[in-house]
């Protein structure tokens, strides 16, 4: 699987667009730059909504996948975000 070490885990599970987004930012603030967030999600929206996220906020995603019916993602907080 992955070998990426997250800072902190987000779970927004059950939770429909736009709340994943909007609790991983406030999260997000909460983080050094550099640090990781790993974020699950069951809302099928966050497949999309999570990197364009990340991409507007000067974040890096890490990668995504799926287990079980839930999504996971992990972002590393850029240095300007």
């Given at each position: 699987m992955?070998d ?9 599970t059950g939770l429909l ?23 699950l999600?069951?809302?099928?929206g ?14 890096e ?8 019916g ?9 240095a300007?975000a």
């Open positions: 992955s990426i070490i997250e800072t902190k885990v987000l779970d927004v667009c736009p709340m994943p987004v909007v609790k991983a930012s406030k999260e997000m603030r909460s983080l050094e730059a550099g640090d990781v967030l790993k974020i999600a069951t809302d099928r966050a497949v999309a909504d999570f990197p364009a996220w990340a991409e507007d906020t000067g974040n995603l890490l990668t995504q996948n799926e287990e079980d839930v999504f996971v993602f992990f972002i590393r907080k850029g300007e």
